[in-house]
């Protein structure tokens, strides 16, 4: 089930994360930002009351944490797109090769040979998609910090209800970033709420897709849910070419998403 739940993850997230390019450039990358964690916290609220249990002190620090740490993992990406936006989507889809490295020692997940492979054909893949030759430290960030706000939801998620720590998380990095958007001048309030109002389909995609993402990494080792949600590299690129009529370099750019496929169809037919 996990693997349905981790492909459908990708599937909607490529459907939103497809349209940020436009709305970052007018709103700005923080504000964005915040308005999109708000939205997905709000969307959830309902879901994580009806599944709500007691959970240890533990849950709230680790939720905590992986809130405020995938909220400037996506902030980071978010203003590295402002200045390139393709390089820094594909180092910031970089994070299968850091969790590899870090989920056997922190976790203790097992990396096998034909999980590794996998997971590097992804990652080579998703540089092959959308890395312009131009390097961004952002898109590097964003992965390397979404790395350890995995990790960290992995930690607890099992303690509880996943929708609870996905509401929890993303509203409290919400919380702690909002007073960021008061200190560029102007309304803080109102640029958030014109995010929220603005990008409300966007927040659905996201809300969806998140639901997904936790769910699977609760049933899932995260070393093998990280690389198969990058199917949203391959949707995306479908839509760039259907969609918004992109076909420059199409030939070489489908190259790497056979990579990328092929590596996703490796995690989950490990031996």
């Known amino acids: 089930m996990w693997i349905w739940l981790t492909l459908g993850s990708g599937v909607f997230n490529a459907l939103w994360t497809s349209r940020i390019k436009s709305r970052v450039q007018v709103e700005g990358a923080l504000p964005f930002t915040v308005g999109m964690r708000w939205g997905v916290a709000l969307?959830?609220?309902?879901?994580?009351?009806a599944t709500w249990q007691p959970v240890p002190l533990r849950w709230w620090v680790f939720t905590g944490l992986a809130g405020l740490l995938e909220c400037v993992s996506l902030w980071a990406a978010t203003r590295g797109?402002?200045?390139?936006?393709?390089?820094?989507?594909?180092l910031a889809n970089v994070t299968p090769f850091f969790v590899g490295l870090t989920a056997p020692f922190l976790l203790g997940e097992t990396m096998t040979h034909s999980l590794w492979t996998g997971t590097l054909l992804v990652v080579a893949g998703a540089l092959w998609l959308y890395y312009r030759g131009h390097w961004s430290w952002w898109g590097l960030l964003s992965a390397f910090i979404g790395t350890f706000s995995g990790l960290c939801t992995?930690?607890?998620?099992?303690?509880?209800?996943?929708?609870?720590?996905?509401?929890?998380s993303f509203g409290l990095?919400?919380?702690?970033?909002?007073?960021?958007?008061?200190?560029?001048?102007?309304?803080?309030?109102?640029?958030?709420?014109?995010?929220?109002?603005?990008?409300?389909?966007?927040?659905?995609?996201?809300?969806?897709?998140?639901?997904?993402?936790?769910?699977?990494?609760?049933l899932a080792p995260l070393s093998h849910v990280s690389p198969v949600v990058r199917v949203n590299l391959v949707v995306g690129f479908l839509l760039s070419y259907y969609h918004l009529g992109e076909?420059?370099?199409?030939?070489s750019r489908a190259f790497g998403a056979v990579l990328l496929l092929g590596g996703i169809v490796l995690v989950i037919l490990r031996p």
């Open 81 to 90: 797109m402002r200045r390139d936006y393709y390089s820094t989507y594909a």
């Open 173 to 218: 990095g919400a919380l702690v970033l909002t007073p960021l958007v008061f200190q560029g001048g102007g309304n803080g309030w109102r640029k958030i709420s014109r995010n929220l109002m603005g990008n409300w389909s966007l927040i659905l995609l996201s809300a969806t897709a998140t639901i997904c993402f936790y769910w699977a990494i609760q």
């Open 247 to 251: 076909t420059k370099g199409w030939k």
């Open 154 to 168: 992995k930690e607890v998620i099992a303690l509880g209800s996943f929708t609870a720590h996905a509401c929890l």
């Open 43 to 49: 969307c959830l609220v309902p879901l994580a009351l």
